[in-house]
């Protein structure tokens, strides 16, 4: 609470009657009962009241006086001094702990009863307004004080730098209450510290009890004023700095006035300051007391002592780079790099291995640098208590350590942000300069140069003021860097108190006992996972597994978040000095033990966060920052306030979009989190009436927001609340202003502290009804979300949901730019290559292309600009215009040089090939002249295969590198890479299409069962896809989407992977090669169709479909365009093509090598004869099997209806469910799968023997065919073996393929008799090979048995059963009259419900039918073949149900 009229409350008796207890003896008696932390916390408490601060205090036993200076440690005071140099006025803030700040004191005490009030008339020097200092006219008041008496309280006021300051420099004001006379030791003590002395007397008269004070104060050097309750006199100067002040019969301002005045001439000229530590000084002099010379107290000094002796050993912004390394560069490159593993891009695998790599190697340099001097210093104090350092010492150490760091970092701050404005205003002076003096050339030349300097030197401030900002939080932070890199790379545990594994159980103790954790890093972005789950499991361990109620408090910056939580929960997060909290904190708060009964909870778990929209960080680093943050912590909450400055909420509500688009992209989480929204600093008292228009206007917005984010990530939305519970009625509260008056002076308003307690009674009544989260559900949740987050990228990075919809908009239109371009690039493309092709081109220049894309360019920059200038949304739009227009240009510069690239290398390869094949015939030359030279050589040697064909690739190698040398390999193809930016150019989230890619389920995108995850509702729908779809077939319910939706969706990818098979099967890819472009016209056009498609069905289609659906397509089209592409490479690249030439030349040279020309001639004639005869045989058999297997196998023999008969009795056999699906899914697949298996079966047994003898009379046929025409030809020919050669190949065309074989290399052929008699003894042994040929054969050649029955029993009616999606079994395919089949399907083939018996088959698709298509149908009842389906059911009861996401009720038991 900060509710100062707490002080004013009486007192009661327990019979409720009010007793006459002094308010302040009621104070001074908890602050006696209480330890040292309650005291500085009473002590601190006061201080925000504006209240004065016990300074000495008697031991109400002993007498003693002791000085509670510990419990000033925690106070912080700010002012502005104000003072005349040069003539000019400087205003200079200070901000320091008070025990530090040397100030004049003005003691004030009276000698003697006075009439009035001194306590009153001091309070009118301090604050006109408030009770500083306790009077005998405040409410309460007593005559009886029995602790007050000779306490000492302390009070400082604080100027604000304005001309109405009654001092121009902080001054403390000491009042001794009581009697100075009685309480001399006190008064003594104070005397000695003060710079002014102010007396209060009944009178000055000499034979006064008090004449002997007086004279001895007059002759004191230090300055007094005495003011006399007996004279009515103005002031009276004695002599010099001794002044005498009438009181009676004058007004108490006219005094103040007085005071005012004589007081600020005695301080101004004088050097006497008070400084509140120098108090200990006084201890051996006067007896006092100091509550610091505690032991305990002392010890935790001592140690803090230890620590702060390293760290002044360097400046304070080298602290953290040199003592606390860990948690620096190499901690926020660990973070940055952890970040990238979820946004990898190109070669997935290598990458995550090689940032993997890279975040082991800073986690090896953390631990290097894990062993400094002053973390082994603070561990082992923070460590487990021993009999010379208790509990107590170790919080004593904690505190004095952040109150010493603080108190070096803020003086070496004040520092370095002096400089800093000294450098600013050099820099303004020299603006100011440059504007007056711009005609002169020699103060433009120098003044310039002398600006940059001091620029540069206010940079290096500014960071080194960021580096300054250091505290306790920093070495705790540390201590978690130092365990997460140690526990990732499994490093033993260390001995002693040191150890690294016992940081979590140390951190684990000082949160229980309250201290704030930090639980996101808001320097580095990252939350520390191993490090929380460390804490967490150590704070269950020591507590079990509690309950907690998870409070997260949001704010922008500078909103009094803080302040708020202080004076509702008592809370002090961890700060350093000069600078607002960054990141999320955490804080336990107990429940007392009377509380607990009604809540399900133990503990309230704070999570506070710095301010959003911080001025430290800049632009859209802001932004992503703030969303990511504010994501987190209101997701980890059960309930998050959102704290917001006054009453307008845009900046918060900009924040709450992006947090809500979030969760609905976090569908991995399960979040429940609820919102009240503070407007602190709200002055009228009717605010919550007058904005009941306002709060509806602001949920309006934030309902449409919501609405148009559900449209964005197509999820099942229409309100706020529908997201984050919000109740606008009763969740929208009105804080008063803090502050009463202006600060520093101003106290707090007791409005404001009213606001807070029903703030909090509102927050534990709601938390009432929640059940809280165990330790351990939190420490999942925290994974879990930030797992989520570190996946999510894309939303932060914009101001709120509109933003993101106009940018995913331009995405899409920036898509039709790009693809507009690539159109015409494949239009140039086209033009060229046949220009190239003709020889008309043989360079194409960068300049060529450039002109002839010129005109399509402009067309598209023009409609770009005038997109931006146009559109709507324009005004946020110009932001990324100047962006996108980069991007275009880079996309076109990428298009022109790769379509460059592409073409030259097409010049390149046809020169190539042409070159290769002039000189083919001179490389079969030489190779033959080789061959005879290497026979004449080794025939003696009798080398063996290995060594000749050692010889023949030696050979080959040389001609192959000379041919190919200066030629350019052909660049391999990165077909993935390419996929990612074809659909990223339609604008799609790279993050998503990872996501779906690596889950790898569009692979069966066809074969799905269920399609329900992939639909969302169109707005104003009814809340769930649940439809009784048969009015008057109530039995048949779908709680997913209809079986005739589904049917359609699964029509939409069949189609749109048959348009993309022949789209691309058109495409020039095996005479062009592969072009990325096809990928980009592929997405395009699935993107099209899937548009077409919305438009006119009842729901929507989510963003992972439609990525799914692209990938799905280029997985189906991808074997035909790479083999396509292959293809293309082996035709037109020179290497390819040789390597495909060198088995037929090395059996060639084998030839050459092994007998005479004849023989080689013969060899080559045989060799193409058996590869020709092989084709021959194998189609011609596979013909013949084919006709044999239609006329003889039963599935294949009779009509359509026939063969369905057979394939269900197939499936029924294999017992199959995957087969069921693919037969129920696609029929037509599954029946040409079934063809082929049973085809494939035959040869493999009936057919085998067969296939042998129908090969024995088709190459008997063909070789009777060729020995006749080769013994004809022999016969009459008196030509050469060019003209031998010319007759034979034409006799035999008609009958075989046959090659060409060049003459020149056998012009010494002459005998013919001996050529015939080598091609007969060949013939033979191609028969005797081929006689053993095997069925597989039939694979590699143009006629194959199963393909030819497909073709003949496949072209027929495919209609399909408007009910059931049952085919037509009709054997023609444009057959006249209604369509018909006898093997209707079970409901779980169109997804319904069977719930009563098996009667429903049989009236399901007899029920009475009109209007197409259900007209064209003869739908008959068959019971027989609907026990068919019903033993499927049976049978695959538990698939059908897992695969349909279905239940069924009842299932009739059919007998086998």
């Not at 002796?309 to 660990?334: A, E, M, R």
């Not at 900009?654 to 429940?672: G, N, T």
């Not at 197509?714 to 309100?719: C, H, K, P, Q, Y």
């Not at 020039?1068 to 990325?1076: C, D, I, K, L, Q």
Request: include cysteine; proline fraction near 3%; charged fraction near 30%.
């Amino acid at each position: 609470m900060l509710d100062y009229r707490a002080r004013y409350i009486q007192a009661k008796q327990e019979t409720d009657d009010f007793c006459d207890a002094h308010p302040l003896d009621l104070q001074m008696a908890v602050f006696h009962c209480s330890d040292s932390f309650l005291k500085q916390k009473m002590v601190t408490k006061l201080s925000q009241c504006q209240y004065a601060l016990p300074l000495l205090v008697p031991d109400p036993f002993t007498g003693d006086i002791e000085c509670p200076l510990w419990t000033f440690r925690q106070i912080k005071k700010t002012w502005k001094k104000t003072e005349t140099k040069d003539n000019e006025t400087v205003v200079t803030m200070k901000s320091m702990s008070i025990c530090k700040a040397e100030t004049p004191m003005v003691l004030c005490f009276r000698l003697g009863s006075l009439s009035g009030s001194k306590s009153q008339l001091i309070n009118t020097l301090i604050h006109d307004r408030h009770s500083t200092f306790f009077h005998r006219n405040c409410p309460g008041s007593s005559k009886k004080r029995l602790l007050l008496d000779g306490v000492a309280e302390i009070a400082w006021y604080c100027p604000s730098g304005k001309p109405t300051d009654s001092f121009s420099d902080c001054v403390a004001f000491c009042n001794l209450h009581g009697d100075g006379l009685t309480h001399h030791k006190q008064r003594q003590i104070l005397m000695d510290k003060a710079s002014v002395n102010v007396v209060f007397v009944p009178t000055l008269d000499k034979n006064h009890e008090s004449a002997a004070v007086i004279k001895h104060l007059l002759e004191s050097p230090t300055p007094l004023i005495a003011l006399d309750e007996d004279s009515g006199h103005k002031r009276i100067q004695l002599r010099k700095h001794k002044y005498k002040v009438g009181l009676k019969d004058r007004s108490q301002p006219d005094v103040s006035k007085e005071l005012r005045i004589i007081i600020r001439d005695i301080i101004s000229g004088s050097d006497q300051s008070f400084l509140l530590e120098s108090m200990s000084e006084s201890m051996s002099d006067t007896g006092l007391r100091v509550d610091e010379r505690d032991t305990s107290c002392d010890k935790g000094f001592s140690s803090a002592e230890t620590l702060m002796t390293i760290i002044k050993s360097v400046s304070v912004s080298d602290v953290k780079t040199k003592f606390l390394p860990c948690q620096g560069l190499l901690w926020h490159d660990w973070s940055r790099m952890n970040k990238e593993l979820y946004r990898l891009k190109g070669n997935v695998e290598e990458e995550k291995c090689k940032k993997l790599n890279e975040c082991r190697i800073l986690r090896e340099d953390q631990v290097k640098a894990s062993s400094g001097e002053l973390m082994k210093s603070f561990v082992l104090h923070l460590s487990s208590p021993s009999p010379s350092f208790s509990p107590r010492d170790r919080e004593y150490f904690l505190t004095w350590t952040q109150i010493l760091f603080d108190d070096h970092v803020t003086e070496c701050r004040s520092k370095i942000l002096q400089d800093y404005n000294q450098k600013w205003s050099e820099v303004l002076d020299l603006k100011k300069q440059m504007d007056k003096k711009k005609s002169e050339d020699s103060d433009q030349k120098k003044t310039p140069d002398r600006s940059e300097k001091l620029k540069t030197k206010q940079a290096e401030l500014s960071k080194d003021l960021q580096s300054a900002s250091c505290g306790l939080e920093h070495i705790f932070r540390e201590m978690a860097q130092i365990y997460e890199a140690h526990k990732s790379l499994d490093k033993p545990p260390g001995q002693g108190p040191t150890d690294w594994s016992k940081y979590p159980e140390l951190a684990a103790e000082l949160m229980i006992s309250g201290h704030p954790m930090e639980l996101m890093d808001g320097d580095a972005g990252h939350v520390p996972l191993t490090w929380i789950s460390g804490l967490i499991d150590q704070v269950n361990q020591k507590l079990g597994n509690k309950k907690v109620f998870v409070l997260s408090v949001l704010e922008i910056q500078s909103s009094g978040k803080s302040t708020m939580l202080n004076a509702m929960f008592g809370l002090q997060f961890a700060v350093s000095a000069g600078r607002c909290t960054r990141g999320a904190f955490m804080q336990l708060v107990k429940l007392s033990e009377d509380m607990k009964e009604e809540f399900q909870w133990d503990y309230i778990l704070v999570v506070e966060t710095e301010g959003l929209r911080a001025l430290e960080l800049d632009g859209n680093k802001t932004i992503h920052h703030d969303n990511e943050l504010a994501t987190f912590v209101v997701g980890l909450g059960n309930m998050t306030l959102v704290n917001i400055m006054g009453e307008n909420p845009s900046e918060m509500q900009d924040v709450l979009q992006i947090v809500v688009q979030a969760f609905m992209r976090m569908k991995e989480v399960r979040l429940s989190p609820s919102c009240v929204f503070v407007h602190q600093n709200v002055s009228d008292v009717s605010a919550t009436e007058k904005n009941m228009d306002g709060k509806r206007k602001v949920l309006e917005k934030l309902d449409k927001m919501v609405q148009l984010a559900a449209k964005e990530e197509v999820f099942d939305a229409e309100s706020f609340s529908d997201i984050i519970e919000f109740d606008v009625q009763k969740d929208v509260k009105y804080f008063a202003q803090l502050w009463e008056g202006s600060p520093p002076m101003a106290p707090p308003n007791p409005g404001y502290s009213e606001c807070v307690q029903d703030l909090k009674s509102f927050i534990l009544e709601k938390a009432k009804k929640s059940p809280g989260v165990t330790l351990s559900e939190f420490k999942t949740k925290v994974a879990d979300l930030w797992e989520a987050l570190l996946n999510e990228n894309f939303v932060f990075s914009f101001k709120n949901t509109l933003e993101i919809a106009v940018y995913r908009k331009l995405e899409v239109q920036y898509g039709n730019w790009t693809w507009a371009l690539r159109s015409e690039m494949l239009k140039i493309e086209e033009k060229l290559y046949k220009i190239i092709i003709n020889g008309e081109l043989d360079r194409v220049k960068l300049s060529l292309l450039q002109r002839e894309v010129t005109k399509k360019y402009d067309e598209i920059k023009d409609s770009m600009s005038k997109y931006f200038e146009t559109e709507e949304d324009k005004d946020m739009l110009i932001q990324w215009c100047v962006q996108h227009e980069l991007k275009l240009k880079d996309f076109l510069d990428e298009l022109v040089r790769g379509l460059q690239i592409k073409l030259n290398n097409v010049i390149e390869q046809k020169k190539a090939i042409k070159e290769v094949d002039e000189k083919k015939s001179v490389f079969e030359n030489n190779l033959l002249q080789k061959s005879k030279e290497l026979a004449l050589k080794l025939r003696n040697n009798l080398p063996d295969d290995q060594e000749l064909l050692k010889q023949f690739n030696s050979e080959w190698e040389t001609w192959v590198s000379e041919l190919t040398r200066g030629l350019k390999p052909p660049e391999k193809i990165n077909f993935e890479e390419d996929q990612l930016q074809a659909i990223q150019e339609l604008g799609f989230e790279y993050d998503l299409i990872i996501k779906q890619k690596q889950s790898s389920c569009y692979k069966g995108l066809a074969e799905r069962g269920d399609y329900t995850e992939y639909v969302a509702k169109k707005p104003h729908q009814s809340q769930n896809i649940i439809t009784n779809v048969w009015n008057n077939q109530s039995q048949f319910l779908s709680v997913h989407l209809p079986q005739e939706l589904q049917e359609q969706m699964k029509n939409l990818i069949k189609n749109v992977e048959e348009k993309a098979l022949k789209e691309i099967k058109e495409k020039p890819v095996a005479e062009r090669g592969y072009s990325s472009s096809y990928l980009s016209e592929m997405s395009f056009n699935v993107i099209t169709s899937i548009t077409g498609f919305e438009s006119q069905w009842k729901y929507l289609l989510k963003k992972e479909f439609k990525v799914d659906l692209i990938l799905f397509v280029f997985y189906r089209t991808q074997r035909w365009i790479l083999a396509s592409h292959s293809q293309f490479l082996k035709n037109n690249d020179v290497r390819t093509y040789l390597e495909s030439k060198k088995d037929e030349y090395y059996s060639v040279f084998r030839s050459f090598y092994e007998g005479s020309s004849s023989a080689v001639l013969a060899g080559l004639i045989c060799e193409k004869l058996k590869s020709s005869m092989t084709e021959a045989v194998s189609n011609q058999t596979a013909i013949d099997i084919a006709v044999d297997m239609r006329c003889n196998v039963p599935a294949f023999k009779e009509n359509r209806l026939n063969l369905e008969k057979h394939v269900l009795k197939s499936l029924a056999e294999k017992r199959e469910f995957n087969r069921y699906k693919t037969y129920i899914n696609d029929p037509k697949a599954y029946m040409k799968t079934f063809i082929r298996e049973e085809v494939e079966t035959l040869l493999q047994t009936d057919y085998k023997d067969k296939c042998s003898s129908f090969y024995k009379q088709k190459i008997s046929n063909i070789q009777t065919q060729v020995l006749h025409d080769l013994r004809e030809m022999t016969k009459g020919n008196r030509g050469d073996i060019n003209m031998w050669l010319q007759e034979f190949t034409g006799s035999i065309k008609g009958k075989l393929t046959f090659g060409t074989i060049d003459p020149q290399n056998f012009t010494t052929v002459k005998n013919f008799d001996f050529l015939k008699e080598e091609i007969e003894k060949g013939l033979n042994s191609i028969s005797d090979d081929l006689s053993h040929l095997s069925v597989d054969k039939f694979k590699w050649f143009r006629q194959r048995p199963d393909q030819i029955l497909i073709d003949m029993l496949c072209d027929c009616c495919w209609e399909t059963c408007p009910f059931c999606a049952a085919v037509c079994t009709d054997t023609i395919k444009d057959h006249e009259g209604d369509h018909s089949t006898p093997f209707h399907r079970p409901p779980f083939a169109c997804d319904r419900h069977y719930r009563t018996s098996d009667k429903e088959f049989v009236t399901f698709c007899t029920t009475k039918v009109a209007g197409p298509p259900y007209d064209t149908w003869s739908i008959v009842p068959d019971l027989y073949k609907e026990s068919y389906w019903q033993w499927v059911v049976c049978n695959f009861q538990t698939e059908i149900e897992e695969h349909y996401n279905l239940k069924y009720e009842v299932v009739i038991a059919i007998c086998e």
